[in-house]
């Protein structure tokens, strides 16, 4: 089963509107860490956000926030105001307690395409 | 946060040769990680580059395909040997300082094999 799920391989969005785009994560461990990527068609992966799995706050980035829901084992970015510079690929990811033996490794969803309009 | 060095940032190589993909880091890091991204899918993580010791590789990917170096706590180097069309993609070098740190990535290098 995926571990990282993100069920919208594209979407769009007007610019200077919010915009979320879902992940959703499977795991067994009680402590985890969620990120979230930009990666913009030069290729180059962009941190954004992370959001651990004890935090009670969602996190927030300037114009990113996560929308941290641990019992639906959801972490949606929200994208606020959205600019013509945001079109890019987004990429969620977990960091698992104990992940195999590959400690501090990231599980990667399928990443979601976001076109801005202008 | 620490800058990292990766390159080439692109190269079209023929079939049958091989690539030597460098990553240089501007601070020691105890984590170093290879990931590649074929054309159009996520990141897959290669191998766990390991200082002073062989790599750790991940299921699907073999030392003998993939050869990797870490010589230092800065450098390491990833080859892709005997190369086909499909071994076409992005690889990136990424690193972990620690704790809830999150993974850093050099700009990758777009590799076309022809």
């Known amino acids: 089963a995926q571990k990282i799920t993100q069920t919208q391989p594209g979407m769009f969005v007007q610019e200077k509107e919010a915009v979320t785009l879902d992940c959703t994560y499977d795991?067994?461990?009680?402590?985890?860490?969620l990120f979230w990527y930009k990666q913009p068609s030069s290729g180059e992966m962009i941190f954004l956000i992370y959001?651990?799995?004890?935090?009670?706050q969602n996190a927030t980035e300037g114009r990113y926030s996560l929308n941290f829901q641990k019992a639906r084992k959801s972490a949606n970015l929200v994208i606020s105001a959205s600019q013509l510079g945001d079109s890019a690929m987004y990429f969620c990811a977990m960091r698992e307690q104990n992940y195999g033996g590959s400690q501090g490794n990231l599980i990667f969803g399928k990443g979601t395409k976001l076109s801005v309009k202008p | 946060s620490a800058v990292i060095s990766q390159k080439p940032s692109r190269d079209i190589c023929q079939r049958g040769t091989s690539l030597t993909i460098q990553c240089q880091v501007d601070s020691q890091v105890t984590m170093m990680f290879w990931y590649r991204q074929q054309p159009g899918q996520s990141l897959t993580l290669i191998a766990t580059a390991n200082q002073g010791s062989e790599a750790t590789y991940e299921s699907g990917f073999v030392i003998d395909k993939f050869p990797i170096s870490r010589p230092n706590l800065t450098f390491s180097t990833l080859t892709v040997s005997n190369m086909s069309p499909e071994d076409s993609s992005i690889y990136l070098c990424s690193i972990r300082t620690g704790g809830d740190s999150p993974l850093h990535f050099g700009n990758g290098t777009r590799l076309t094999v022809t």
């Open positions: 795991t067994s461990d009680q402590s985890y860490g």
């Open positions: 959001q651990g799995s004890y935090d009670e």
